[in-house]
Structure formats: C-alpha cells, structure tokens
C-alpha cells in the first residue's frame, strides 16, 4: 500500500498522537458551533488531509495522509470526471452529477482554522442533461448543465441533502460559477453578476468565456482576451478585465485554472507554449515557458510565485513564477499515463501547503510529492483499484 521511510514513519507516528488527542464533538454550546462544526463530527487538532480515487465503474478509495491508511469511503457511480471543493466530491455520472461528502474538512475563522471529520456518505444526485461543469466557492455549488445552471447551498449538503436546488437557464456551453450570494454567467460574449433574483448587478465583455476560479482575490473568469475580476464592491460586485500582455491565439489562451486553495494566484496550461501563472491581486500574467507541452498546471500561491506543472513526458516540473524558469523536473512519473488517452483525462495535479499529489492510473498508485525539495517523491500510495480520478479533501 505505500512506502514509508523510517523518519516519515516516526513523523506519521508523531502526528497520529496529536491527532487522536482531540477527537471529541463539540457540543451546540461550544465556541466551535456555528464555525463549521455540524453535529456527529469531531473537531480535530490539525487539518484531516486525505486523498481519495476513483475508478472509472465509481469504485472509491482514500487515504489517510496522516497515518498513510486507508480508510472507507462511500462508491459513486461510474464516472466521466471528479471534482472536489476540499469537502465534497462531485461526480459526472449517466445518472447526473452525484455528491459524495469527504467526512473531512477545514473551515476558515479568522486568524485560525477549525478542523473537523466525520463519516463519509453519499449525498443524492443532480439531474441535468448533457456534460456538466462544476464550480463552488465552498458556501455554494454551482452546476452547469446544456442548458441550465442547478444552484446549491454547500449548508444543505452538509446536512447530507440536496436541499431546494435552483435553477437558472443557459446558454449551452456557458460558464457559471458562485460569487457570495451571486451567480455569475459567462455566455457568448460577456460576463455577467446576478442576484437571487435574476437581476443583473454588474457585467463586462468577455470574448469566448470558458473556466472559472475562485481566488483569495476574486473569482477569476477566462476569456479570448484574458480574464476577468470579480470582486466585492461598495454597493455591488465589481467585474475588472485583466487582459494578457499581448494578444494570444485560442489554442494558447488559459482555461483549464487550478491553484492550491484559498491562494490569489492561478495557473493553466498555455497550449504547447508552457504554463500561465495569475496573479488576481497583482492583475498580471505571466507565460512560463516550458520543453513540452503539459497536461496540468497548479499554482502553490506563495511568496516565490511557484507554479507546478505534468508534462507530456509524465515528469513533474518545478517552475519560478517571479522568473519564469525552471527550478526542477523530475524523472517521467506518469510517462505511461499521460500516453494513454483514456487514462490521461484523469491525471490530476493536485497542491496543498506541504506537498503535492499525483494519481498514475497505469501504475495503480498515487504519488506524494515534496515539491520543495526538488519534485522528491516522499510517498507512494499502492491503491486497490485504477486511481483514474483523484482529489484531496480535508482542505
């Protein structure tokens, strides 16, 4: 199941002591209520970081990043594609988009975190037709249909159902994503701010819209020309373009947004050129070329602006986002994935503080990766199925 060094298992060792030292609920009455605390969970010393795959019949499996375990998690049908917010994994499935709550999560208060885990559990299915996309910025889900977007409170899922979804008509193909109580809508040639009503509070052009992000400084909407900003105003949200410093052709444009959580900055792939790095709260780009083409771009969103990135070769490449080099690539980790084209839809990149992590579906595992230290593999996790889709929880 994984390969632990003797350091990283007196390390693991260390960490499930502390955790197991506070695993206790917390009742109503307790200053943890109403900061992410629902009731049957425990609040926890530290965040309950676990990794969890999936194979393409919808078999789950997940792993404990403490202890390096595996621990259960509830079977989704089978999916065309996974997504998750940190708490939720959402799911394309014939059936609709289903949710699976994690049992894990972090809820942000202030100058500290508040740590909880619970039992996983399958939440119910969202019906729509065609491929679905989804977004969320952790207080609400936003998925987009053919033609229409369902709107859900992340509340009612925590409370392990649907709720009362609503629902907005689309263009096919359009963007949707959360911002507060808003929804914004990406169709055609611009981009637009509603409230619950309906009523547009603020819009801007927007050629082409296609991926959303939200960011510690916005929520980041991709357009032909670069991006939009969308953030809080005094009155009303606010939509800022920041536009590339030249012009970009399509196949070069940024869609495909990833970054570790909670952070200001983004990264995408830039079509075979290299990787796009921005920077929401300084409002600039930045192309980071690259040897190879690459398949998943995520940005770290720390002081060095450091972007991690999958090539073509399967190798994991350490990139300066100040500088627009590269600091490290490792040897190919995922050569036999990402030739793969059935399986390379699934490579997924996925960053936290400390480490990032890497399913390899042809080689059945998952890599934990100290990027810090050069792209050196800490940890590999055998998984009992075909990793085809991975996401990190707990976050």
């Known amino acids: 199941m994984k390969r632990l060094t003797p350091a990283l298992l007196a390390l693991a060792a260390v960490t499930l002591t502390s955790a197991c030292a506070t695993t206790t609920p917390a009742p109503a009455d307790t200053p943890s209520a109403g900061h992410g605390y629902i009731p049957g969970a425990e609040e926890m010393p530290e965040p309950q970081l676990r990794v969890i795959t999936v194979d393409d019949d919808g078999s789950t499996a997940s792993i404990d990043l403490l202890t390096g375990d595996e621990v259960d998690v509830a079977d989704l049908g089978a999916p065309g594609d996974i997504v998750t ?18 049992g894990v999560w972090t809820r942000p208060h202030g100058d500290h975190s508040h740590y909880y885990r619970a039992d996983s559990r399958r939440v119910g299915v969202v019906k729509g037709d065609g491929a679905a996309r989804v977004a969320s910025d952790r207080r609400t889900v936003v998925i987009a249909f053919d033609d229409e977007a369902v709107v859900l409170e992340a509340a009612a899922l925590a409370d392990g159902g649907l709720g009362d979804p609503r629902r907005v008509d689309l263009d096919p193909g359009a963007v949707a994503a959360p911002f507060g109580d808003h929804l914004v809508v990406g169709e055609s040639d611009a981009v637009r701010v509603q409230d619950a009503d309906g009523a547009v509070v603020a819009e801007a052009p927007c050629a082409a819209p296609a991926g959303s992000f939200p960011t510690r400084a916005g929520l980041v909407i991709g357009c032909a020309e670069g991006a939009l900003l969308v953030t809080e105003g005094e009155t009303a949200p606010v939509v800022e373009p920041v536009p590339y410093p030249a012009p970009v052709v399509d196949a070069d444009r940024a869609r495909d947004f990833a970054a570790r959580a909670d952070r200001p900055s983004v990264a995408a792939p830039a079509g ?77 990149l996925e960053v936290d503080a400390q480490r990032a992590y890497l399913n390899d579906p042809a080689g059945g595992r998952v890599l934990e990766i100290d990027y810090r230290d050069g792209g050196r593999v800490a940890r590999e996790f055998r998984m009992p199925h075909t990793p085809l889709f991975l996401a990190e929880v707990g976050r």
Not at 86 to 97: K, L, P
Not at 299 to 320: F, K, P, Q, S, Y
Request: cysteine-free; glycine content about 10%; charged content about 20%.
């Open 272 to 348: 075979i050129t290299g990787v796009w790095l921005l920077d929401a709260r300084e409002r600039a780009w930045m192309r980071i070329p690259t040897e190879a083409p690459v398949i998943a771009a995520s940005a770290v969103g720390d002081d060095d602006e450091t972007v991690l990135a999958v090539d073509a070769t399967g190798r994991l490449l350490v990139l300066d986002g100040l500088g627009g080099t590269l600091l490290a690539a490792t040897e190919p980790l995922v050569a036999e994935s990402v030739a793969d084209p059935a399986l390379a839809a699934g490579v997924t």
């Open 85 to 102: 917010d940190g708490r939720f994994v959402f799911a394309t499935t014939d059936a609709g988009v289903e949710v699976l709550d994690s």
